[in-house]
């Protein structure tokens, strides 16, 4: 399940991939059906998280999701 959400903060595969750069898996996620605006317990969307490490090519890819 690509939206499922885990542990204390909720965060889901793709918040997780989001916050350590890894636009492959990213993008698999989202072809799986990875929910892009999905909220952790702190409102933040993947591509804020993406944007929050610095990882612009990733919140540039889900801004057009």
Known sequence: NPNGQTGD???S???W???LGNFELVKR???E???TQSKD???MTPALV???K???DIFDYLLLK
Do not use: Q, S, T
């Open 33 to 35: 059906g990875a929910d």
């Open 29 to 31: 996620l989202v072809e």
């Open 41 to 43: 317990i702190r409102g």
């Open 13 to 15: 595969c793709l918040h």
């Open 17 to 19: 991939a989001c916050g």
């Open 54 to 56: 610095g990882f612009d």
């Open 9 to 11: 903060m909720k965060i």
């Open 50 to 52: 993406a944007m929050a």
